[in-house]
């Protein structure tokens, strides 16, 4: 019989690399408490027309890319392919919008899209996700931004640049859907197939195409920029100045869109050359119309998404990978040492140390090198003669001094101990 393995498009995230995960996770954390963003926890999945209304029946994630099937209950249920629209569900529910003011949200969790998968982008994929709801000022546009830059920089990533755009308003987008048809439709014939697809159902999409004629063809295409209103070009400027105004470089890419159909006016993307063609690390916009399209009052909003796949995978390129953190690495040989050993080891983790227990029973010469492996920085060291007099042997592995103790002033020098295991880290991190 065949051992099973996971579904294309899934992948095992080992505890190796998980390591990287939760350093990631946490350094988000940091950085959104900082700025007074307050995680919620959306369900998985959700209605289907949440997504057909929210995102757009006209886009390739609707269209193609859904997880959608029937419950027992003859209900259209999809697994979201995207977090955004969930949490705007959640805030019109559960009337976020009466608390008055702002409400600045975050979650980290898996989103669920069919498409081809290859380096950093699964049909299981985790997302990063921030989102400013309740203001139309293009402070919050730039307040998003700068903590995208912020948490990507706080993780050790340099080379990033970021493409500024605007979407215009519902009325600006129009007027150029109507200027970019006309100038498309003479050559609808060199057109991608996905691209004469779009030309009738979501011709703003055609702008992203990596097809090489239709690149070429596009790049003498209107732009949305020659299309803003005075409202749309003004809160555009804004945004412009205040980032200029924190010193974040950007340049303007006017052939950025984004693939939903929500977004308005900001568009954004932080990129990395690291990546190949899968460059982009983060990417958000402005959507001031959802709320209201999902049944919810007319609420401003903006916010973006990191997918955490590419993030780590650019991290892992870089060799910015965090070590196991084990600070007692226990042996013991014999009976009576090994019923000791395990109390101890539960002595010290009471105390917040941590400690990995060998449970082979194999001779001492096998434990130590296992403990040398293990990245400890001491090992303790139970045989028959320390059970006997209820002792145990430290041994501190990066210089190899080693001295007998009571095990009972285990617990009493916890603060030595814990001195002596910082001093140790710091060290070897200088």
């Given at each position: 019989?065949?051992?099973i ?25 940091q ?53 955004t ?52 000022d ?20 340099k ?13 600006d987008?129009q ?33 992203d ?15 949305i ?149 293990s ?13 006997d ?24 020098k ?8 910082a ?8």
């Open positions: 019989m065949s051992a393995q996971a579904l294309r498009g899934t992948r095992d995230i080992l505890p190796q690399e998980s390591l990287l995960w939760r350093q990631v996770e946490t350094t988000a954390q950085i959104l408490n900082r700025a007074a963003y307050r995680e919620i926890r959306p369900p998985m999945f959700e209605q289907t027309n949440l997504f057909e209304r929210g995102i757009g029946e006209a886009t390739d994630v609707v269209g193609k890319e859904m997880y959608t099937f029937k419950d027992r209950g003859d209900r259209s249920i999809t697994l979201r392919p995207e977090i629209a969930g949490l705007v569900r959640a805030f019109i529910e559960h009337k976020l919008f009466a608390q008055g003011g702002v409400q600045r949200l975050w979650h980290i969790g898996p989103a669920f899209r069919y498409e081809r998968p290859q380096a950093g982008r699964q049909r299981q994929f985790h997302q990063l996700d921030v989102e400013l709801i309740g203001s139309v293009a402070r919050a546009d730039v307040e998003v931004i700068a903590i995208a830059a912020d948490f990507l920089q706080a993780l050790g990533l080379s990033l640049r970021l493409d500024l755009n605007s979407v215009g308003n519902g009325e987008r007027r150029y859907r109507a200027a970019l048809v006309d100038y498309l439709t003479p050559y609808q014939a060199d057109l991608d197939v996905d691209s004469q697809d779009r030309l009738s159902r979501n011709p703003l999409r055609i702008l195409s990596k097809a090489k004629r239709t690149q070429e063809i596009v790049q003498a295409a209107p732009s920029l020659d299309h803003l209103s005075p409202d749309s070009q003004r809160h555009f400027d804004r945004v412009q100045q205040y980032l200029t105004d924190l010193g974040i470089e950007y340049q303007i890419n006017a052939r950025l869109v984004r693939g939903l159909d929500y977004y308005t006016h900001t568009a954004f993307e932080i990129q990395s050359d690291d990546l190949g063609a899968q460059a982009t690390v983060c990417g958000g916009g402005r959507y001031d119309g959802l709320a209201a399209q999902l049944g919810g009052p007319e609420t401003p909003a903006i916010g973006w998404a990191i997918g955490l796949e590419r993030l780590t995978l650019l991290l892992q390129q870089l060799q910015n990978l965090p070590s196991p953190e084990v600070d007692f690495y226990l042996v013991s040989r014999g009976e009576g040492a090994e019923a000791q050993a395990l109390k101890l080891a539960q002595t010290l983790r009471r105390q917040n140390f941590s400690v990995e227990m060998d449970l082979s029973r194999a001779a001492f010469g096998k434990q130590f090198k296992r403990a040398d492996r990245g400890a920085v001491a090992c303790l060291i139970l045989g028959d003669a320390e059970a007099n209820q002792t145990v042997q430290l041994k501190w592995l990066q210089t190899g001094e080693q001295f007998e103790m009571p095990q009972a002033a285990v617990g009493e916890v603060d030595t101990l814990r001195q002596k295991i001093a140790i880290r710091q060290e070897k991190a200088e």
